[in-house]
Structures are given as structure tokens and as C-alpha cells.
């Protein structure tokens, strides 16, 4: 008896399992009890099956998939799978992106899933660019992509500004290019920019064409128009920071318009504020307070344009970076009264990145022997390009000073002052042809070593 069920035994398992063996489901080291077999004629425990074998899914996520999805027939699957790893996407990466998307093993691959790949293909998406690209929204493989693509590139986007939209809102490709993405692009026009600004603008923040345009870019514009006044001001706004355009202007900016105003700052200047950097207007109401706060015990006029470029300055950074930066200046021997001194005479010399204050700082300090005190009374000096404009000028003066042309009486701080034209007029093509190095100089082909002589500050 026991020799006859191991004669049987074996037949079940070959009889069951071998429909499913052909299909590249199972392999033969590793059979299972006959309980955890499939049964060929359950539609849904093919699907999972090969979902767990195939698509490399557990089974709690081949179960869920399999809510989604009924595999009767394995061949398109697998032809959707080969096509996938063809493209460069591994194991894994489509383990994830069936599991999102079961139905993209069902797909059209004449019609949608092969000419769409090849259309993201053509635009430099491939292996992981398109595995990460794809798990943002896989229903672009299904969607009507050419359309898609067409339609920006009819309204001025270059191939490399759509394929940075498509990385960053894939979910684009699946809205109706006539009735959502058109209107919008429409409307964008009737307020002044040009398709080529729209392209720019939108590849940068795409998501703004997912925005109701009768529910919030509408709004807002309104609202914008009221607030500043005129169009054209409405587009210089935009401009500055398209992403006013998505925003809740009521709750997000009033609270913080009506602070200013409370603290006596005269509507011209708000509008200066939206047209300077709206962006530092967008800070939570309880930061942006105490921003005002500290500007006015500086002891700025709210009636001054320094006041405004105050707030903006402290309003597009966080406090750390502030205190970092606070902290770079103190490195060199300035006072708080110093910094504060330096910040009331320029305020924008605090958007200085950190690592630029360090740079200019020690380069006048160490190369050139300025007292620190000297550039927080000069502190437009720590705008000014440490590559482009102070060392070739330093470069110049150096060559002069050692031709003897220069006196010794010369104000360096003047000469970094000078405009470009005036600089090139007085000290370059003034000596240049007696010294003909002085244009190489001037164009930071000579090194500076440093002045043969003290010069004044």
C-alpha cells in the first residue's frame, strides 16, 4: 500500500505542476507540498503565483496585486517583464513597480507600453533614471505620453526641460492636454509671459499645473492684482517667484502684509517687498514677526528701502544659518555692534553665503593686511566677487606698483568701487601700452603676490 502512494504521488505532483513549470513559474529544486501548489484552473492562484515567481513579490503583496489583476494567459506578462529588464530596470525596481501598478502586466505594449518607454527612451530616461521616474506615478506607461510630450514642445519647452518636468511630476502625463494643461498655459499668456518664460517657469515648479485653475491660480491672481495694484506688477511678482501662484495669498500673506503696516511701513513699501524677493513674505506668521521685531530694534526707518531689504535679507534664512554667519564675522575680531553697524549700512551683505564671508574676509585681512573694522564700515566689500573682481584689480594694481605708477597714496577701497568701465579706463587701458601686461593681469592670467607697497585704506 505504502509503495503504491509513492508511485502515485509523484505522477500528482508532475500532472499538477508541470503546466505551471512551462510557463517558467516554478523551479523543480524547490517544489512545494501539494497544499501550497497552485490550482491551474484558479485564475487568481495563477495571477499570484506569478506575481510571487515572475515579479519577485511576497505573498501578501501578490495577494493584494491580485485584487487588481487576472493573468489567464502568461504570455504578455512576460513579454511586459522582458521588455522592462530590456530597458534596464532590475529585479527589484520592477518588483516595486508592478506591485503599485499589477495592470501594467496587462498593458497594450504595441500600442502604449513599447512607445512610450522608447518615447522617455528619447528623452535620456533609462535603467534607474526610469525605474525612479516610473515609481512616481507608473500609470505614465499607459497614458497617452506622445500627445503629452508634443503638446509641451508646441508651447516653446526644449526636450531638456520636459524631461526635467517628467522627473519631477510624471503625474502630468495622465491629465487631458486639452481640457486641463491648455487653459492653464492660456491663462499663463493673457498675464503677460512669454511661452519661453512659461517653459522655464514650469519645468522648474511643474506641479503648478496640477492646481484647479478656476479654484487657485484664478484666486490668486485676483488677489495678487488687488494687494499690488496694477498687472504689470502682478507679473513682476510672478516672476520673482512663481510659486506665489499655488499659494493661499489670503491666509498665507495677509497676516504677515497686515504686520508690516501695523508697524508703519507704507504700502509702497509692501509692493517693493513683492517685487524685491516676494519669497521672504512667505515665512509662518510667527517667525516673520519676530523678524520685524528685531529689524526695528536695529533702528531702521520702516519708511527706508533698508527696511525692506532687512526683512528680506532675514527672511530667506533660517536662524541657524544667521547665527553661522554671525559667527564667521566674530571669527575675525568684529563686535556684535560691528556686525549690526555693517548690516544697518548694507543689509544684503548678510545673503553672503557663510563660506563667501570666510573667503573675502581672509583675503583682505590676511593678503592685504585691512583691518576688520575697515570692511564693517565698507561692507558692500563682501558682495563683491572674490575671483572676478577683487584679486584681478589687486592683480593690476600690483603690476602698476611695481612699474611705479601707482602712488602710494592710492585708496585701494576706491579702485574696488570703481565700475567696470572706469576701472578698465583709468587703470588698464591707460597703461596698457606701456605695460602690456596689464591686460592679462586684469584678466587673471597673472597671480597676485601681494603689494611692493603699504597702500591706504
Not at 180 to 202: D, M, Q, R, T, V
Not at 309 to 316: D, E, N, Q, T, Y
Request: glycine share 4%; with cysteine.
Amino acid at each position: 500500500m505504502f509503495r503504491l502512494i509513492c508511485i502515485k504521488l509523484p505522477q500528482q505532483l508532475r500532472r499538477r505542476a508541470s503546466p505551471i513549470c512551462h510557463g517558467y513559474l516554478f523551479s523543480t529544486s524547490s517544489l512545494r507540498p501539494i497544499s501550497e501548489l497552485p490550482n491551474i484552473t484558479d485564475p487568481k492562484s495563477l495571477t499570484v503565483s506569478f506575481l510571487r515567481n515572475s515579479c519577485g513579490l511576497s505573498l501578501e503583496l501578490a495577494a493584494s496585486a491580485s485584487k487588481k489583476l487576472n493573468i489567464e494567459n502568461i504570455e504578455n506578462p512576460n513579454f511586459v517583464l522582458d521588455l522592462l529588464r530590456t530597458h534596464g530596470l532590475t529585479q527589484n525596481q520592477i518588483g516595486h513597480l508592478i506591485s503599485s501598478r499589477p495592470l501594467l502586466l496587462s498593458a497594450d505594449l504595441g500600442k502604449t507600453l513599447r512607445p512610450n518607454i522608447e518615447l522617455f527612451k528619447s528623452l535620456g530616461f533609462s535603467g534607474a533614471s526610469l525605474a525612479k521616474m516610473l515609481s512616481k506615478d507608473p500609470r505614465v506607461l499607459q497614458s497617452d505620453a506622445y500627445t503629452v510630450v508634443e503638446f509641451f514642445r508646441a508651447h516653446g519647452f526644449s526636450d531638456e526641460q520636459i524631461s526635467t518636468l517628467t522627473m519631477k511630476r510624471p503625474t502630468l502625463y495622465v491629465l487631458n492636454t486639452q481640457k486641463i494643461l491648455k487653459p492653464k498655459f492660456e491663462f499663463f499668456k493673457s498675464l503677460g509671459f512669454s511661452y519661453l518664460e512659461i517653459a522655464k517657469l514650469l519645468s522648474a515648479e511643474p506641479y503648478i499645473l496640477e492646481r484647479s485653475l478656476e479654484n487657485q491660480l484664478i484666486p490668486c491672481v485676483q488677489e495678487l492684482r488687488r494687494i499690488l495694484g496694477t498687472d504689470e506688477n502682478v507679473l513682476k511678482a510672478l516672476k520673482a517667484c512663481f510659486s506665489l501662484i499655488e499659494i493661499n495669498v489670503e491666509r498665507v500673506l495677509q497676516a504677515n502684509i497686515s504686520i508690516l503696516l501695523s508697524h508703519g511701513v507704507p504700502n509702497s513699501l509692501v509692493v517693493k517687498i513683492f517685487l524685491i524677493q516676494p519669497r521672504s513674505l512667505l515665512v509662518r506668521t510667527y517667525r516673520f514677526s519676530k523678524i520685524v521685531n528685531e529689524v526695528m530694534k536695529l533702528g531702521f526707518d520702516p519708511n527706508n528701502l533698508l527696511f525692506v531689504l532687512a526683512i528680506r535679507s532675514m527672511a530667506v534664512m533660517s536662524e541657524a544659518l544667521w547665527e553661522k554667519k554671525v559667527e564667521a564675522l566674530r571669527s575675525f575680531g568684529l563686535s556684535k555692534d560691528e556686525i549690526d553697524s555693517a548690516f544697518k549700512q548694507q543689509p544684503m551683505c548678510m545673503i553672503t553665503s557663510e563660506k563667501k564671508i570666510m573667503k573675502v574676509m581672509g583675503f583682505f585681512v590676511n593678503n592685504l593686511k585691512m583691518k576688520p573694522s575697515m570692511i564693517s564700515k565698507n561692507p558692500n566689500l563682501l558682495l563683491l566677487s572674490l575671483e572676478k573682481r577683487i584679486i584681478p584689480r589687486c592683480s593690476v594694481l600690483q603690476l602698476l606698483m611695481s612699474k611705479g605708477l601707482i602712488e602710494e597714496d592710492t585708496s585701494i577701497l576706491h579702485t574696488f568701487k570703481m565700475t567696470e568701465k572706469t576701472f578698465v579706463e583709468k587703470l588698464v587701458e591707460k597703461y596698457q601700452n606701456e605695460v602690456p601686461d596689464v591686460i592679462r593681469a586684469h584678466q587673471g592670467k597673472i597671480e597676485f603676490q601681494g603689494f611692493p607697497i603699504d597702500l591706504r585704506f
